[in-house]
């Protein structure tokens, strides 16, 4: 596969439920999302790889108040995620509502989806931000 994993690769990806990460090939860390050099080795040799998007929950927290031009979306939970291939990634949790959200949480079992932000004044236009969902 190719070496450079820009911003709107991994995001085109995405939208089209395929997560991508890069694996470097110094010392076999798996990274997503992309970044320019390996978040481990700081070697520049890396390849880009399809992930699983299968993990589980290692921590998370609830927002309660949502940014601006936002606030129809909170509350919402947001998890970190350790991908099967070991990465870490954090995009929102949907299958839970917010009040709800215990300590429980750490260690289920999770897989991928996304969402389709518009965007903001704050940001370039449309990007895609990463849902998780409980695996049953």
């Given at each position: 596969m190719?070496?450079?994993?820009?911003?709107?690769?991994?995001?085109?990806?995405?939208?089209?439920?395929?997560?991508?990460?890069?694996?470097?090939?110094?010392?076999?860390?798996?990274?997503?999302?992309?970044?320019?050099?390996?978040?481990?080795c700081?070697?520049?040799?890396?390849?880009?790889?399809?992930?699983?998007g299968?993990?589980?929950?290692?921590?998370?927290?609830?927002?309660?108040?949502?940014?601006?031009?936002?606030?129809?979306e909170?509350?919402?939970?947001?998890?970190?995620?350790?991908?099967?291939?070991?990465?870490?990634?954090?995009?929102?949790?949907?299958?839970?509502?917010?009040s709800?959200?215990?300590?429980?949480?750490?260690?289920?079992?999770?897989?991928?989806?996304?969402?389709?932000?518009?965007?903001?004044?704050?940001?370039?236009?449309?990007?895609?931000?990463?849902?998780?969902?409980?695996?049953?």
């Amino acid at each position: 596969m190719e070496q450079v994993l820009s911003f709107q690769k991994y995001n085109s990806a995405l939208k089209k439920n395929r997560l991508l990460g890069l694996s470097c090939k110094e010392c076999g860390t798996v990274t997503c999302p992309p970044k320019m050099v390996c978040q481990e080795c700081a070697g520049v040799d890396l390849e880009v790889v399809e992930l699983s998007g299968m993990g589980k929950i290692v921590t998370f927290t609830t927002t309660y108040v949502a940014a601006e031009g936002k606030e129809a979306e909170a509350p919402y939970t947001i998890a970190m995620i350790e991908l099967d291939e070991g990465a870490w990634i954090a995009g929102n949790l949907i299958d839970i509502d917010p009040s709800e959200a215990t300590m429980d949480l750490i260690g289920k079992r999770v897989k991928i989806g996304h969402k389709v932000f518009p965007g903001d004044r704050f940001s370039g236009g449309e990007s895609t931000r990463p849902l998780f969902s409980f695996v049953k």
